[in-house]
């Protein structure tokens, strides 16, 4: 299981949709995000800078717009989607 927090929100999700999720951040050029995901110790969180966010979001969103919510949704994805639009919002 994979942990990762916005803000007021943990995300938890399978090895799978991280390694998903690994291979998608890669084809974005988001080589840090993935080192931080894979280097993540189980049963760690990982905590995300504040520039770290938005180039994740739009990362998940093309991924849930290309896959759907129903597909996605017992994965954890739409949990940390849902919290980096919280923290964005907030942000002036």
């Known amino acids: 299981m994979v942990r990762i927090q916005t803000g007021s929100y943990v995300a938890t999700f399978s090895d799978e949709a991280s ?3 690994r291979g998608r951040l890669l ?4 080589e840090s ?5 894979a280097d993540l110790e ?3 969180i990982m905590a ?3 520039a770290e966010k938005q180039p994740l979001l739009d990362v998940i969103e093309a991924w849930v717009e290309g896959a759907g919510e129903q597909q996605l949704s017992p994965t954890g ?3 940390l989607r849902e919290g980096l639009r919280v ?4 942000t002036p």
């Not at 995000?33 to 995901?37: A, P, R």
């Open 19 to 21: 390694q998903q999720l």
């Open 27 to 30: 084809a974005a050029g988001l």
């Open 33 to 37: 995000l993935s080192d931080q995901l």
């Open 42 to 44: 189980p049963g760690a």
């Open 48 to 50: 995300l800078d504040q």
């Open 77 to 79: 994805i739409l949990q």
């Open 87 to 90: 923290d964005l919002a907030r």
